[in-house]
């Protein structure tokens, strides 16, 4: 679901910068003055493990489209929402000036799509008041459902958030009603595939972890840890050898403008499958690792920019 700064005016490019601008400076804030230290490692594999997450993009059965999973909603199980909005702007980043994935005008509304609606919105708002009254260790059953349901509403907000930007920006002839209909839709097949994700990751996190779900859980696993270790692992594989599996379908928003605007698909020799590129896969992982290192930086700045007070 990133937007390319073709859909957007600077005026409604600069604006959705101001927000996502201040709302991340308010995070940053929150995280200095925390006394969670120990976040600093978990949140830079697990930003390596999003942006790898993010290449491997799944057919939706019958539809024509893709999708991959966003992040946001897991990250902030794992996280809380300060810190995972962080991680979120720190993949966008890296993949708007290294990867051309979204574009610099584009990403502070892609920010505000794909992380402050997920982190900051249904995180609070929905997730957790469903999750109250769950115990430290939620039932299997119950993280199925709300992470279903809340990574649903989650995609759906992001969904009608790019189409409202787009119009707003009035430099595309996209009809805005004929463009909602094929996003809304599209975006909930797709978030019915984030939730089944999302809740396979934290049905494994409860069996391996389990004191990373506990309410108001004190520690996080450092930096040397087994669990640490395996997750940046898994995100050099996904990045260097699983995303030659992904598929080669339009994402939903390619997918709902091709429709909107009646241009028929070019017909072409099916791709190769699996893609295997070893380009590919290097880019894949120098990108993770810039993602990892940058989200390392910001977190250790952060952490020594605390008042000695504190």
Known sequence: ??????????????????????????????????????????????????FAAQ?????????????????GLLLSILLGPQA????????????????????????????FNMGLMSCLVVYPLIYRPLMRGAGTLPSKRRIGWVAMLTSVIGLQLGALGVVMQTYWSGISSLPVGTFMWLMQPIHLAIGIGEGLATAALIVFVRQARPDLLAANASAAPSASSPFVLGVGGLAMLMAGVLSWFASSKPDGLE??????????????????????DADASLAGVVGGTVTLALVLVVGYWLRRRKSPLQ
């Open 1 to 50: 679901m990133h937007m390319a700064d073709a859909l957007l005016s600077p005026a409604v490019g600069a604006t959705f910068w101001l927000a996502s601008g201040t709302v991340l400076a308010r995070c940053a804030h929150t995280l200095k003055t925390s006394d969670r230290d120990d976040l600093v490692p978990l949140m830079g594999v697990l930003g390596a493990f999003v």
């Open 55 to 71: 290449m491997i993009n799944v057919t939706i059965p019958g539809t024509g489209s893709s999708g991959h999973l966003g992040g």
């Open 84 to 111: 995972a909005f962080l991680v979120i702007a720190s993949v966008l980043t890296v993949q708007a000036l290294f990867f051309a994935d979204g574009g610099l005008l584009a990403l502070g509304a892609n920010l």
């Open 255 to 276: 997918w709902s403008i091709v429709h909107t605007t009646d241009v028929a698909a070019a017909v072409a020799e099916a791709p190769a499958w699996p893609a295997v």
